[in-house]
């Protein structure tokens, strides 16, 4: 049997949600789409992300390519970007944090691509062998949910069967409970809970 590692989970999630498109084929190949006047015709990808979505330690620097095109995108939030309400892409994108990058190809022509999602879990980078010394610190605590919020179906794992629930329930905005992927208890299905069982996951 196969083991899933952190990253082929990330990499599952990414295309778990990119699937909700209806035309994800046709956005890896490009796709020809008239401009109905009849002068030719416009060649439609969806953006590319450099690094793509997936689990990560430390910020990263996220370019977004497409060809011939405007590139439109939304962070996080549960609209996909269109070509007059998305923020116009003009450079790399600093991601320190979780988030979903939602983005799509805006042409000339007055057409434009399906929305792609590309999601990022980041963890911190360790600060380092701290020196000895003497009694408590003014650090603050930092508290997380119990990972058995994480276990979803209660069967004592962490793994891909929570996973399936967790993107089964993906979006759910409020109501949400822990039996429906909500590992944070606070009634949305997100980023945040993803984060939390990609770092809980058990092989």
């Given amino acids: 049997m196969k083991i899933l590692t952190k990253t082929t989970l990330a990499t ?17 190949t490009g796709t020809i789409s008239s401009d109905g006047g009849g002068s030719g015709a416009t060649v439609v990808s969806a953006p590319v992300a450099s690094p793509t979505g997936g689990s990560y330690v430390g910020t990263q620097s996220v370019t977004l390519t497409a060809t011939n095109a405007e590139i439109r995108y939304l962070i996080d939030g549960t609209e996909d970007p269109t070509c007059t309400t998305g923020t116009v892409y003009t450079g790399a994108l600093s991601v320190s944090v979780s988030q979903l990058i939602r983005a799509l190809s805006c042409y000339s022509t007055g ?27 003014g650090g603050g605590i930092v508290t997380t949910p119990s990972t058995s919020n994480l276990d979803f179906n209660i069967d ?48």
């Fill in 12 to 28: 599952l999630a990414i295309l778990v949600m990119v699937g909700a498109s209806s035309a994800q084929a046709s956005e890896v």
């Fill in 111 to 137: 057409v434009s691509s399906d929305a792609v999602n590309f999601a990022y879990s980041i963890t911190e980078e360790s600060s380092g062998g701290g020196g000895g010394g003497g009694g408590g610190g």
């Fill in 156 to 203: 004592g794992n962490i793994d891909v069967c929570d996973f399936n629930i967790l993107m089964a329930n993906w979006g759910t905005i409020s109501g949400a409970s822990t039996s429906t992927g909500d590992a944070d208890g606070d009634g949305d299905v997100d980023i945040l809970d993803f984060n939390l069982l990609i770092v809980n996951w058990q092989t």
